[in-house]
């Protein structure tokens, strides 16, 4: 089944999040002190991600075209009226923006990196689950303390990474014939570090010393995706 280290990788971020809105009734104090350190190691990820690219003048254009892109549609406003609508058939309609902060930095830090689209691809090729069950852990884990910090929108991070690994997994005999193995890693790389400042940036935001609008720099990673093209046949 192509799906399974997929579904059990969702799902492992669902419990994770549940779990930690168990926490919730956690004094602020102790909160406050937990979102700083969750605050620093993010940024600290989003740091190691950065640094795995060996053209960053790449890197920054396509963080400045996406940026723009994302301002231009403003992502950020339709996730938030989202996130307020979801919060409003839960039963809490001003925390809209809380859902959305979970939900993108949920999404991001989960989504963005080597390691689910390579174990999508084994999945999807070899029927080799072991990669993404090992991610899943990972996720389960940190969406435990994501969740506990930022909220239920942690949850709800789980359909774009089920989308995302399932599209792969479902398709990767099609991929792996259509984009040679050179240009897959070179996305892969760029992709992973383009990612990385997206990730720094929701550091920053939870340590409160930015108020960066992250979800207007998603389109950054379909500009990537753009660039690696036209860099690998010219």
């Known amino acids: 089944m192509a799906l399974f280290g997929t579904l059990i990788n969702a799902l492992l971020i669902v419990v994770g999040a549940i779990i930690g809105r168990l926490l919730k009734g956690i004094p602020e104090n102790m909160k406050q002190t937990v979102m700083n350190a969750i605050g620093i190691a993010v940024a600290l990820l989003g740091i190691q ?16 075209f996406g940026g723009v892109i994302g301002e231009w549609i403003d992502l950020d406003k339709w996730l938030n009226r989202f996130a ?12 809209g923006a809380g859902i959305a902060q979970g939900f993108v ?25 072991e990669l993404l069950i090992s991610k899943g852990i990972i996720d389960g884990f940190t969406s435990i303390v994501l969740a506990a910090t930022l909220g239920i929108g942690v949850l709800f ?7 995302y690994q399932g599209v792969i997994a479902l398709f990767a005999t099609q991929i792996t014939k259509i984009i040679p ?27 409160g010393v930015t108020k960066v609008r992250v979800a207007n720099l998603l389109p950054s990673l379909v500009v990537v995706g753009i660039a690696v093209t036209i860099i690998y046949n010219f």
Do not use: R, W, Y
């Open 105 to 129: 930095a949920g999404t991001l830090i989960f989504v963005i990196g080597a390691m689910g689209v390579l174990g999508a691809l084994n999945g999807g090729l070899q029927n080799d689950h």
């Open 49 to 64: 991600m950065g640094l795995e690219s060996d053209n960053f003048v790449l890197v920054i254009i396509c963080i400045v």
């Open 84 to 95: 307020q609508f979801l919060e409003t058939k839960m039963g809490s309609p001003k925390q």
């Open 157 to 163: 991070s789980a359909i774009p990474v089920a989308i």
């Open 181 to 207: 193995e050179a240009a897959l890693e070179l996305f892969l790389q760029e992709m992973t570090a383009t990612g990385g400042i997206m990730i720094i940036a929701i550091g920053l935001n939870l340590l």
